[in-house]
């Protein structure tokens, strides 16, 4: 049986998934900016680390991360598990417990390992869309944020999202209007 492959995303309620936290787009930040804090909406992440056996990035989530995240006790648990990067460009990486993949093949192989947990994606549009191209894809958990962007990184756009069947696994809403939508992809 393969590991599950689970796409994670911070997501505006006009799908766009472009820096959440911080980063190039002219409304970067806007996870913390726009919405009110409400510790339970973020629920999911911890319940993330600790169910995850592994996490998958692309390299410029990688580069995003790996500067950060070891330095940071809330991220302890992913700083522990193994980490790969898909990347045709990356050679050294420098993130303990790092490994680099160059295929979607390698990855298809990485879910197929008898290796425990789930494998988590954090992060990447362009990953997740072409994940969800091959095949790759088990589930989503989407965390929606109610803001409209308007622009940027969207997680399903037209050349990556074939027509896909999902049902919805769990949901919640919360008090600051953020939304938890986790959808297992129909196969």
């Known amino acids: 049986m393969s590991r599950p492959l689970i796409v994670s995303e911070f997501i505006s309620l006009d799908g766009v998934v472009d820096s959440p936290g911080g980063g190039a787009h002219p409304h970067a930040g806007w996870t913390f900016t726009d919405i009110d804090f409400v510790p339970e909406a ?3 992440k911890g319940r993330e680390q600790t169910e995850a056996g592994a996490m998958l990035l692309g390299r410029q989530s990688y580069d995003e991360f790996a500067p950060v995240w070891p330095s940071m006790d809330e991220f302890a648990d ?3 598990m193994p980490k790969y990067v898909v990347s045709s460009t990356l ?3 420098q ?10 093949d390698e990855v298809a192989a990485l879910k197929d390992s008898d290796a425990d947990g ?3 994606v954090r992060g990447s ?3 997740a869309q072409g994940l969800l191209a091959a095949g790759l894809v088990d589930r989503y958990h989407l965390l929606v944020f109610p803001v409209l962007l308007g622009s940027g990184k969207r997680l399903f756009d037209d050349a990556a999202a074939a027509k896909t069947a999902l049902a919805l696994a769990e949901s919640a809403s919360f008090s600051n209007g953020v939304q938890l939508q986790i959808f297992d992809v129909v196969k």
Do not use: F, M, Q
Not at 95 to 104: G, Y
């Open 118 to 120: 789930s494998i988590i």
């Open 42 to 44: 973020y629920e999911i």
């Open 91 to 93: 050679s050294d990486p």
């Open 95 to 104: 993130w303990h417990n790092t490994s680099v993949l160059r295929s979607l």
């Open 125 to 127: 549009a362009t990953l």
């Open 78 to 80: 992913y700083n522990a």
